[in-house]
């Protein structure tokens, strides 16, 4: 390089952080020193030998020692309080124990509590433009947490916006986050917390997640406001949040438009909202040529929920296959459909009951085909109320064609189950 230019550029990497400033930007290292005293580390460690079994991030809210983070960054010890104990370490190596406050599982948040402290912590505040979803796409915000283990780091990257296909509401963070990372801090340009850190996509590059600020301040009020949560009531609270939840999931179901599409004969209702993400395949074009001709549909709510390492909730799937013959005889195309007509029996587990099942036969009307239908269901062990449902429906009108249909939901009470299933049953009809 040309001594002039190499030169130059020196001179303007040196400007660069000036001239951010005198815009209103602060430079990244402003930010991390006026950030670093709230940090913390979050570990969860098990009770008897001490040694780590997870590790997070959060900051502290007020000067007396109240913290957030993620549900998920505490979820082991709030579960399982017997065999596990919470500890902080700051930016300067003190540590010590935590209080469990409060938590939202919906908004992936908790707030814990620090032992008392002879002066009043540092602490951060909330962006009043976060709490009002006023943050333009494209801003500037630096995440910060302790990645891996390997220390405090912050990471720039953008604002953009609320993610749209997703019912749980998240900002897509154009920045690098990583395990470790969850509960800590993000903040805007007023060096104020913007949001919080809480996922990546795995299968992208730069695509991550953040709770918007609203969430966590809502949280800290009801904790300030409200007694600690009492560790043997913890799985009842856990059950009540995700009782509300599926509650208002079913009633915003209800709600948004449902289109039909067909498929050979048949017709099914699809779902139309921005939060599911639907997709086709067809094996046309398969080599060598297949003996079955299957056209598919599948759409998924993106709304999954965390509740432990062991267990997820959240989940609702729509999926529809038209399959016709084209080289099989009756009693092969019947001996084909009924490999392709199974759930999965599912074994109880610590956290689940084993799988129960009903079949029979159902027409949703004189106008609709008749289906072979079998309705199963998981109940949650620690959660009474809640359960996982597995429906799936054939039609049997034809020996040669048939339409085979799924439904299933993760984390529903047992009455809200039973409604959209019957309105899944109801939405397989003749093509009109």
């Not at 005293?37 to 007020?62: H, K, N, P, W, Y």
Request: proline residues 5%; contains cysteine; hydrophobic residues 40%.
């Amino acid at each position: 390089m040309h001594p002039l230019r190499r030169l130059a550029g020196l001179l303007l990497a040196a400007l660069l952080p000036a001239a951010a400033q005198a815009q209103g930007v602060p430079a990244t290292e402003q930010v991390f020193a006026a950030a670093r005293a709230s940090l913390l580390q979050i570990r969860t460690l098990v009770g008897e030998g001490g040694r780590q079994a997870s590790i997070g991030s959060g900051f502290l809210v007020d000067a007396g020692g109240l913290a957030v983070t993620n549900y998920h960054v505490v979820s082991q010890y709030a579960l399982e309080p017997s065999s596990y104990r919470l500890e902080y370490l700051d930016a300067d190596g003190e540590r010590g124990t935590l209080q469990l406050l409060a938590f939202d599982v919906a908004a992936d948040l908790a707030v814990v509590r620090l032992p008392p402290a002879e002066a009043p912590r540092p602490h951060l505040s909330f962006d009043p433009r976060a709490l009002d979803e006023a943050i333009a796409k494209g801003e500037r915000l630096w995440s910060i947490g302790n990645p891996l283990d390997l220390g405090f780091t912050i990471v720039e990257g953008n604002h953009n916006g609320r993610v749209d296909k997703s019912y749980t509401d998240r900002v897509h963070f154009s920045g690098a986050l990583n395990p470790g990372m969850s509960g800590g801090p993000v903040l805007a340009a007023s060096q104020q917390v913007a949001g919080v850190n809480v996922a990546k996509l795995l299968s992208g590059e730069l695509v991550s997640f953040l709770v918007p600020a609203r969430f966590a301040a809502a949280l800290v009020e009801r904790a300030r406001s409200e007694p600690p949560v009492a560790l043997a009531e913890v799985r009842e609270e856990i059950a009540r949040q995700l009782l509300a939840w599926q509650d208002r999931f079913f009633a915003d179901l209800a709600g948004i438009e449902w289109s039909a599409s067909t498929f050979g004969d048949y017709q099914v209702q699809e779902p139309q909202a921005d939060w599911f993400s639907c997709w086709a395949s067809t094996n046309a074009d398969d080599r060598p040529r297949p003996r079955v001709l299957e056209r598919s549909s599948q759409c998924v709510a993106s709304s999954d929920l965390f509740i432990s390492g062991e267990q997820g909730t959240g989940l609702l799937q729509v999926a529809h296959s038209h399959l016709r013959s084209r080289e099989l005889n009756a009693a092969q195309f019947s001996a084909f459909l009924t490999q392709r007509f199974t759930i999965g029996s599912h074994r109880g587990t610590r956290r689940n009951t084993g799988t129960r099942c009903v079949d029979g036969f159902v027409a949703a009307s004189a106008d609709a085909p008749e289906l072979k239908t079998v309705w199963c269901a998981q109940a949650y062990k620690d959660f009474p109320g809640i359960y996982d449902i597995e429906l799936l429906a054939l039609t049997r009108d034809s020996s040669k064609t048939a339409l085979l249909s799924r439904l299933a939901i993760r984390g529903t009470s047992y009455e809200n189950g039973l409604r959209e299933g019957r309105r899944f049953l109801e939405g397989i009809a003749w093509k009109r």
